[in-house]
């Protein structure tokens, strides 16, 4: 017919003379025009006599029926991936093209669905229209929504073939997996570090930014993420909630614990590649690594002398303020700090005691035992 003729060559010209007055969209038929306008009304006469979940469009409620039947006549060549409408293959097939043609002007993040960008947008807008009934939580996205509220029902359907650990969400069986196969994709530019999520690189390249937007209202110390804070904050409060069943020992974070417990299993898993050293925590096998390196980064504003570590250095100043505060409960001697008075109890108890052979006095270490033999 010459009518749909006329309204095939449209498509060439690129004119959409037809728009909505509602959120200016635009279309090249009016047809098209009126099927979109009831999104708007929220009118859904269309409903699935099998789940009851209703559409606007009778078309979309067909598409629909076609999940519940499991016929996927639809198949990728790529990957043999199966679905149930057209469209849907022709979003899957971009995956395998690596195209994103549509990205956002304000972080210029790319995406190969314009329905994607749309609902990456709506980030920016800072709006979140979808809020939990049971918690307050809001949502940006009703996708959001509906996976949350699995988290509510305690049903985790999802288990993990290689651990048994059971989830709630599909996404998070996912990105868990990646735990057990060690792949690691993201890496930063500035350090080498590698992640095996994408968004774990993004947490971490917070800490090269050196912002630290999150600070404590209590003590003013701050933190490049909210969920530091967050830890943080329990050590104001004084509650404990995680003890050790070995020792009874508590802690205001599960993390600490574990890092705690590795005490008792005597396992020393990271090795110094240099010295051969190891340790139970793989962040104290970092700051050995710092005494090879040669470089003391912290110094004392009073006497000059750095240290490779600020915890050393904050053990380092108390001695300029002329408090001891830690005391022998044998002879009474003070001292600065706590690990100077562990040494000297070894006098008391005779272990690990350094005898000079020539005069007979007594010593804690080899090292004050050798200076001390020197003279002679």
Do not use: W
Request: charged share 25%.
């Amino acid at each position: 017919m010459k009518a749909n003729l006329k309204l095939h060559q449209v498509i060439h010209t690129g004119e959409r003379p037809f728009s909505c007055d509602l959120c200016g969209k635009s279309f090249s038929r009016k047809s098209s025009l009126k099927k979109h306008q009831l999104i708007h009304s929220g009118v859904k006469a269309y409903s699935c006599g099998q789940c009851g979940r209703a559409f606007t469009r009778s078309s979309s409620l067909k598409n629909h029926l076609l999940t519940h039947s499991e016929i996927k006549a639809y198949s990728c060549d790529k990957c043999g991936k199966e679905f149930t409408e057209k469209a849907k293959l022709k979003q899957h097939q971009v995956i395998h093209t690596g195209e994103r043609p549509f990205s956002c002007d304000l972080c210029g993040k790319s995406f190969s669905r314009k329905s994607s960008l749309k609902q990456h947008q709506l980030i920016h807008s800072g709006v979140k229209a979808y809020s939990c009934d049971q918690c307050g939580r809001a949502f940006t996205h009703s996708g959001s929504l509906q996976s949350h509220l699995v988290t509510h029902s305690g049903i985790k359907a999802y288990s993990c073939d290689e651990c048994g650990k059971d989830f709630a969400m599909k996404a998070k069986l996912k990105l868990h997996q990646v735990i057990h196969t060690g792949e690691r994709p993201f890496s930063c530019d500035l350090c080498g570090k590698s992640f095996s999520r994408k968004s774990h690189l993004k947490q971490h390249q917070l800490i090269h930014s050196g912002v630290k937007a999150y600070s404590c209202d209590q003590c003013g110390r701050a933190f490049t993420h909210s969920s530091s804070l967050k830890n943080h904050l329990l050590t104001h409060s004084g509650i404990k909630t995680y003890s050790c069943d070995e020792c009874g020992k508590e802690f205001t974070e599960k993390a600490k614990l574990k890092q705690h417990q590795v005490i008792h299993t005597g396992e020393r898993p990271f090795s110094c590649d240099l010295c051969g050293k190891s340790f139970s925590l793989k962040i104290s096998l970092k700051r050995h690594q710092l005494i090879h390196s040669g470089v003391k980064a912290y110094s004392c504003d009073q006497c000059g002398r750095a240290f490779t570590q600020r915890g050393h250095l904050q053990s380092h100043l108390v001695t300029h303020s002329g408090i001891k505060a830690y005391s022998c409960d044998i002879c009474g001697k003070t001292f600065s700090q706590r690990g100077h008075r562990n040494t000297h109890l070894r006098i008391h108890t005779r272990h690990d005691v350094h005898c000079c052979e020539q005069c007979s006095n007594e010593f804690t270490t080899d090292e004050k035992l050798q200076r001390h033999v020197y003279p002679h």
